[in-house]
């Protein structure tokens, strides 16, 4: 439910309805916008009688939400919001380019690397530390050692960082060294993560599980929310579907929904969703033009010798030509590129 006040309504009279709220044992949510204030409320409706909610002074009308995600339903929250991370943030308004090796293999390679996607304009460094691997005989991650090369690299090029976290152990290490992580495709639904990660506190990149719909995408949002963190961010990566002529199928109407659905900011990642480096760059181009508020996009000194999905990376050269050609894009878009 939420509870929509006059255009203009008074400080006090908008707190005269929290309080009644809030002494009904009820949550409540308040989104302040230009022109009209919004309460989100979150908990048992029942114990709150629409009728007595409209008699108060200022109130307009009162609206039921029937999705089972609130804090991150944009009823609740109208305006779109902005994840800040590091020196940078994402959405809106903008196009954020994350960039960077799938596996973190050594200081030298992550140096190099950071280097580069920082000047052809990446403002985030990803790298993954903890990679959850289909088989078990897969390189698994350097680990803590590979979260401090992160941190090294942060501190050479100014780059935001973010890296994937599997467990409460590598979220506790992630949060010493990086300023986002990411709960990764496969560990969509493993609630129990979800909820350490909003206690974190810490920006979570929240990718697409590998066969969830959009609703089970967004209750997994709301599980991080719901623990006091609203700095998510939502990655479509591709869903599996019976096409195998690339790794996944690129959902891009995905972004659209979204952004009629949710507050929250989304972005695009066209290496995993494809799985082949040349048709990284006209689906990152197709997500700009969706609306996406930004790319994560896998970047490797040597693809052809990398230990986790070389074949989806693009060299330096690749990289810098793609930013080049996506700046007309994103400022068609209105959404110019963060550098």
């Not at 993954?128 to 390189?139: E, H, L, M, N, V």
Request: proline share 6%; aromatic share 6%.
């Amino acid at each position: 439910m939420i509870i929509v006040m006059k255009p203009g309504a008074e400080p006090r009279n908008i707190k005269a309805v929290l309080s009644f709220v809030e002494k009904n044992g009820l949550q409540t949510h308040l989104s302040r916008g230009e022109e009209v204030t919004i309460i989100g409320i979150v908990g048992d409706k029942s114990k709150l009688p629409t009728e007595n909610l409209i008699s108060f002074k200022d109130v307009d009308h009162v609206v039921p939400v029937t999705e089972s995600y609130k804090l991150a339903n944009k009823k609740f929250h109208p305006e779109p919001t902005a994840v800040k991370a590091g020196s940078t943030s994402v959405g809106p308004g903008t196009m954020t380019i994350m960039a960077g090796p799938c596996a973190v293999e050594s200081e030298e390679q992550l140096m190099t690397i950071a280097r580069a996607v920082k000047k052809s304009g990446a403002s985030f460094l990803r790298g993954g530390a903890y990679k959850p691997r289909t088989s078990p005989y897969s390189f698994q991650g350097l680990e803590a050692e590979g979260l401090r090369y992160m941190q090294e690299a942060a501190r050479e090029t100014g780059l935001a960082t973010i890296c994937e976290v599997v467990s409460q152990e590598a979220i506790e290490a992630a949060s010493k060294y990086v300023d986002m992580i990411q709960i990764g495709a496969r560990n969509m639904q493993n609630f129990i993560l979800l909820k350490e990660a909003g206690r974190s506190g810490m920006p979570v990149l929240l990718k697409r599980g590998l066969c969830a719909t959009i609703d089970e995408w967004l209750n997994a949002a709301e599980y991080i929310i719901a623990e006091g963190n609203p700095n998510v961010v939502l990655c479509e990566r591709g869903i599996r579907t019976f096409e195998t002529a690339t790794r996944n199928t690129l959902d891009l109407s995905a972004v659209p929904v979204l952004k009629e659905k949710t507050h929250l900011p989304v972005i695009v990642d066209p290496s995993h969703s494809t799985g082949a480096y040349k048709y990284v760059p006209p689906m990152a181009k197709a997500a700009v033009a969706s609306g996406a508020d930004g790319l994560m996009i896998e970047v490797h000194d040597n693809p052809s010798c990398a230990l986790s999905d070389g074949p989806q990376s693009l060299t330096f050269e690749n990289f810098d030509r793609l930013t080049g050609e996506l700046a007309p894009f994103c400022e068609l878009a209105g959404r110019p590129l963060i550098k």
